[in-house]
């Protein structure tokens, strides 16, 4: 069994940082891409930012400049950097990660719980 476990959200300012870290554990063999989706109210959820298994990342344009997404492969572990933030970045954040539980099986996308971020004064 795999489990995506998120944690670093909270209550933070206009202007201000928040980092997000999302840890990998159970039954892996392989983690090829890793990503952050955020779903607002009433909104659908859509990818922040996404990091393949050789560090090349992608970003939404509405984040590009402000949010560094990055990997630690030795510890399965996804990091989310967010600095100025803006209160439209307010939403539930949810870590996702490809995973292949043994070698030659195929890897399958896994989601963590989903992490609160709101940015208000």
């Known amino acids: 069994q795999v489990q995506l476990v998120e944690s670093g959200g909270g209550l933070v300012q206009p202007g201000g940082s928040v980092r997000l870290s999302c840890a990998a554990s159970g039954r892996i063999s392989r983690i090829d891409a890793m990503g952050w989706y955020r779903q607002a109210p009433g909104k659908q959820r859509e990818l922040v930012a996404g990091?393949?298994?050789?560090?090349?990342?992608n970003y939404a344009d509405s984040v590009k400049g402000r949010f560094t997404i990055s990997r630690d492969n030795a510890k399965n572990t996804v990091y989310l950097q967010m600095n100025s933030l803006k209160p439209e970045d307010t939403a539930v954040y949810y870590c996702n990660a490809r995973i292949a539980p043994t070698t030659w099986a195929r890897a399958i996308d896994y989601w963590g719980q989903g992490t609160q971020v709101t940015v208000s004064s």
């Open positions: 990091i393949t298994s050789g560090g090349s990342t």
